[in-house]
């Protein structure tokens, strides 16, 4: 199982075992190989900065949960352990805008 533009991971972040939410970014069906996910991990810690997106409530998700469009990454298709559903297209915009600002895009 792949993961899919727009979709919420569980991912193993490399840190201590730690695992975290994370928005899949990378474009579905591209002619490149997968091999890395590019990502923006989801906290509950919101600093107030314009490249945080609050993603509302997600059935899946605690309702403080915020993008964080500075920590972008990316990790290989196997540290994403499960699939937990989707980001709504509006919430996607945000975290797109954020991205398009923070690269200066």
């Known amino acids: 199982m792949n993961p899919c ?13 730690k695992t975290r939410p994370a928005v899949v970014l990378i ?6 190989p997968r091999s890395l996910i590019i990502h923006i991990p989801i906290t509950r810690q919101n600093r107030g ?4 997106v609050p993603l509302g409530h997600l059935p899946f998700l605690d309702p403080e ?3 964080n469009v500075q920590a972008i990454g990316s990790l290989p298709s196997v540290r994403f ?8 297209e509006a ?8 991205l398009l600002k923070a690269c200066a895009l």
């Open 5 to 17: 533009h727009g979709e919420v991971w569980l991912v193993d972040m490399g840190m201590a075992a």
């Open 27 to 32: 474009a579905d069906h591209l002619s490149a």
């Open 49 to 52: 900065s314009e490249l945080e």
């Open 65 to 67: 949960s915020i993008a």
């Open 81 to 88: 352990e499960k699939r937990l559903g989707l980001v709504p």
């Open 91 to 98: 919430d996607l915009k945000k975290v797109k805008a954020a």
